[in-house]
C-alpha cells in the first residue's frame, strides 16, 4: 500500500506541479547541472527539495526511534497529502508555489522512506526503485545459481516494483480526472493501510492470548 501510493504521489506530483517528488537521484543531478549552469534561483528551489526530503526523514526516524510507533508520521503524511489536494487549484507555476506544493510532498515522501526503512531494518524502500531494481538482479543471478532462500526476497523486489508502477498508473489517471484532488485519494490508502496495521496486531494479541490461556 505504501509503495502503491508513493508511485501515486510521484505521477500526480509530476503532473501537478511538473516536478518527480521521489527522485532524489535525479534532484541530485539536477542541482549539480544548474550550479554550472550559474542558475541560482533553480539551486536555491532544488536544494531547498533536498533538504526537505532529508527533513522528512530526520523527522519520521527521530520520532519513531524515541517511541516506538508510527502512527504519528503517517498522520503527517495524510495531513500534507490532503492539504495539497485542498490549496492544489492555487498551483500558478511559479517559483514560490512550486517549492512549496513539491517541497510539502518530498517531506512527506522522506518521512514515509524513513518509516518504512526502519520498520524493514533498511531492507525495503517504498519511493524510489533504483536500488530495488538493482536488488532484483542481484538476487535473480542468485537463483539462477541456485542459491538457497532467494524467492521470497524475489517476490517482494517484484511486488514493490510492481505496485510503485501501478500507483504511477492510477495517480496519473486519477490527476488527469480529479485534477488536484486526486491527491485525497492517496491519504485515503494511508488511513486503509493504517488501520489494516492496527487490526492486524490487534488480531495477533487476541490470538496470542487465547493460545497461553
Not at 526511534?65 to 498522520?75: C, D, G, Q, R, V
Not at 496495521?197 to 495477533?204: C, H, P, S, T, Y
Amino acid at each position: 500500500m505504501l509503495c502503491l501510493t508513493a508511485g501515486f504521489v510521484n505521477a500526480s506530483g509530476f503532473l501537478g506541479f511538473f516536478v518527480l517528488t521521489t527522485n532524489i537521484t535525479g534532484h541530485a543531478a539536477l542541482l549539480a547541472v544548474k550550479i554550472t549552469e550559474g542558475d541560482l534561483r533553480a539551486v536555491r528551489m532544488v536544494a531547498l527539495w533536498l533538504v526537505l526530503f532529508l527533513s522528512g526523514a530526520f523527522c519520521s526516524s527521530l520520532y519513531i526511534s524515541k517511541t516506538n510507533a508510527y502512527t504519528l508520521p503517517i498522520l503527517a503524511e495524510i495531513v500534507i497529502l490532503a492539504l495539497v489536494g485542498y490549496f492544489g487549484h492555487t498551483f500558478d507555476k511559479s517559483v514560490v508555489k512550486t517549492e512549496y506544493f513539491a517541497g510539502s510532498l518530498l517531506f512527506a515522501m522522506g518521512m514515509q522512506n524513513a518509516l518504512v526503512s526502519m520498520i524493514s531494518g533498511s531492507v525495503v524502500r517504498t519511493t524510489h526503485l533504483t536500488g530495488m531494481f538493482t536488488d532484483l538482479g542481484i538476487d535473480l543471478a542468485a537463483a539462477f545459481m541456485k542459491f538457497p532462500r532467494v524467492r521470497k526476497k524475489i517476490l517482494l523486489r517484484c511486488t514493490i516494483i510492481l505496485f510503485f508502477l501501478l500507483g504511477g498508473i492510477i495517480g496519473g489517471f486519477a490527476f488527469l480526472r480529479f485534477s488536484y484532488h486526486c491527491f485525497y485519494i492517496a491519504g485515503g490508502v494511508l488511513i486503509i493501510a493504517m488501520f489494516y496495521d492496527f487490526f492486524r496486531v490487534n488480531m495477533r494479541l487476541l490470538k496470542k492470548r487465547w493460545t497461553t490461556h
